[in-house]
Structures are given as structure tokens and as C-alpha cells.
Nanobody
Framework: QVQLVESGGGSVQPGGSLRLSCAAS????????MGWYRQAPGKQRELVAT???????NQADSVKGRFTISRDNANDTVFLQMNNLKPEDTAVYYC???????????WGQGTQVTVSS
């Protein structure tokens, strides 16, 4: 079992920046993949960005060039740096973890990001 706790959400104006953090309750060093997903009202949860143990990154086209995912294995934390935020980025952002060798995921409780003028 692992608990994931997100932080860093909030309200910003278009063009602003936020940095989300996801702290894991135990070591993520061996986890196959860590990532961020988001869910806007009335929409399905969608991929934002993931990063594998080996450092391979997968991102949604809508965030390329604006969002950066990184993982700090020493501190069991995953980050999502979000720049040039747009109103369409408004959503609840969820941290995700996929341990190695299994086909299930762990999820955080989510953190709200609101982009509005």
C-alpha cells in the first residue's frame, strides 16, 4: 500500500504558474511509473503527464511546452510544474502511481486547480 498526497493547487489567472507536489508514504524508487491526471467537471479523467522509472515522459499534447513532470526518488515526491496556465486547464489534478510488476494503480485524493480571470 502507498498513500499519495497532493498539494500546490489553487486559483491563478491565465498565464500564471503553479507547482503541484505529490508526496508518497513510502519509497517510489522502484515504482514503474508516476504521473498526473486531471478531471474537469462533466468530463472523464485524462492523462496529463507520466514519467517512468527510467525517465521516459509521456504528456498530453495540450500541455506540451507548458507543463513539466519530474520525480525526486530520494524524497519520494513527484512534481508537476505548470506554466502559462489556461482556463481549460481548470480541473482536479490527481497523482497516480503504478508499482512495478502489477497492473493496478494508486491514486491521491486530488487537488483543485482553477484558472480564471
Amino acid at each position: 500500500q502507498v498513500q499519495l498526497v497532493e498539494s500546490g493547487g489553487g486559483s491563478v489567472q491565465p498565464g500564471g504558474s503553479l507547482r503541484l507536489s505529490c508526496a508518497a508514504s513510502r519509497s517510489i524508487f522502484s515504482f514503474y511509473r508516476m504521473g498526473w491526471y486531471r478531471q474537469a467537471p462533466g468530463k472523464q479523467r485524462e492523462l496529463v503527464a507520466t514519467i517512468t522509472k527510467g525517465g521516459t515522459i509521456n504528456q498530453a499534447d495540450s500541455v506540451k511546452g507548458r507543463f513539466t513532470i519530474s520525480r525526486d526518488n530520494a524524497n519520494d515526491t513527484v512534481f508537476l510544474q505548470m506554466n502559462n496556465l489556461k482556463p481549460e486547464d481548470t480541473a482536479v489534478y490527481y497523482c497516480n502511481a503504478r508499482p512495478s510488476g502489477v497492473n493496478y494503480d494508486y491514486w491521491g485524493q486530488g487537488t483543485q486547480v482553477t484558472v480564471s480571470s
